[in-house]
DNA sequence: TTGGACATGTAACAAGTTACATGATTGT
DNA sequence: ACAATCATGTAACTTGTTACATGTCCAA
């Protein structure tokens, strides 16, 4: 209940910027929030559903020809009030999130450590890609919606993906470094053998 | 498919530190990859019976009194190559995370900006808490197991933790100066109101 | 004597993804 | 002619959490 709730409020939310149908919205997900929360069409029509039931948005339904009809969804009221109670709610910390990439590496003895190097190599490489998108978001925002009064709150997510982005190419390279050293070490002495120096 | 696979190498990998009970393994994971990865006993007990019948990992039932027989799980031959060769395939990117504080401060024009500036304060004060514990867990880590050959695999893991929350926490500071500026433009022009200069 | 740690496990629930069904329209 | 996109939606499946059941031992 705690997760579905965040889910109808992240649909609230999007529904604030604009009235959509279920589709604009799954569409306009990667433009906006997809950094850091997604919602798949499983998620979003049974949602848009429920919430239309229990009276937190409404649905005008528009005929069209050939295509499906089509539902367009807009805030009701207490709908309005709902997403302002939750934004008022303090944020509930820490879910730990599953990084594929440091449970390798913490395992990393088990192998030989250019494999390690390569996994770090793709994170690098991604991470610069991902910086790049956001400085070009950025740009694109602040030249299309200059005047919009919700600017600067998604400047503000986009700072902390930079931050982010930045700090994990450091990391890389650092460890880079660190695991092209023990490589090194590692071709005169293999892991899993003893060492001549038993001491 | 693709996560289970996952809980279970993260078992197999934890399995090749030591020979352990599933309880011990929940115990260890806050002192391991907590920061990264969790499992619940829901999750690791039908697991080890899963990989037990497999061949990945075998049981020695301990007899003790009073408590239950202690369950004791152990690297097979299959199991290790199993955690090798997935450690060898790459990494699979973006498992997109809910990242609930960035939502919130997304749709922050809902609300006065006094709230969102609330939000970050505690997430400043949590990072600057978590940056802590990852700079004292590596002084332990360097002092009680200075030779270990996973430790340095383990300090890569606790340095993107430090660069992360090194990150956040200047993140936190420039946006709360970002929403300060517009608390105080707010107690003049209130947001949903016009401003006098419609311009 | 009461609560917490030890210890194993299951069942019920919640949440999320993917595949499928349907069918028109548009571009190659 | 074929694939992609538009558009809505459901069903099946996977994954993960929480609560419960059971019972001992130990410390305050």
Redesign the pocket.
Same mark, same amino acid.
């Given at each position: 209940?705690?997760?579905?709730?965040?889910?109808n409020n992240a649909l609230l939310g999007l529904l604030s910027i604009a009235p959509m149908? =279920?589709?604009?919205i /799954?569409?306009l997900i990667p433009k906006s929030i997809g950094h850091f929360w997604?919602?798949?069409?499983?998620?979003i029509?049974?949602a848009?559903?429920r919430m239309t039931s229990s009276g937190l948005i409404e649905k005008k339904t528009q005929r069209?020809? =050939?295509?499906?009809? /089509?539902?367009?969804y807009s805030l009701t009221d207490a709908g309005r009030a709902q997403l302002q109670d939750w934004l008022k709610v303090p944020v509930a910390q820490r879910s730990?999130v599953?990084n594929e990439l440091l449970l390798k590496l913490f395992f990393g003895a088990q192998v030989p450590p250019a494999i390690s190097r390569e996994h770090v190599e793709a994170a690098l490489i991604d991470a610069e890609r991902t910086l790049k998108v956001y400085t070009v978001t950025e740009k694109e925002l602040r030249r299309t919606l200059p005047n919009d009064p919700q600017l600067p709150f998604w400047l503000i997510t986009l700072s902390l993906g930079r931050h982010d982005s930045r700090a994990k190419i450091a990391w890389c390279k650092e460890t880079l470094a660190v695991l092209g050293q023990m490589a090194a070490t590692h071709r005169n002495e293999p892991v899993m053998k003893k060492t001549r120096k038993a001491k």
């Open positions: 209940m705690q997760q579905r709730a965040n889910t149908s =279920g589709y604009d /799954r569409q997604n919602e798949s069409y499983g998620q029509y049974p848009l559903k069209t020809k =050939g295509k499906p009809d /089509r539902h367009e730990v599953r």
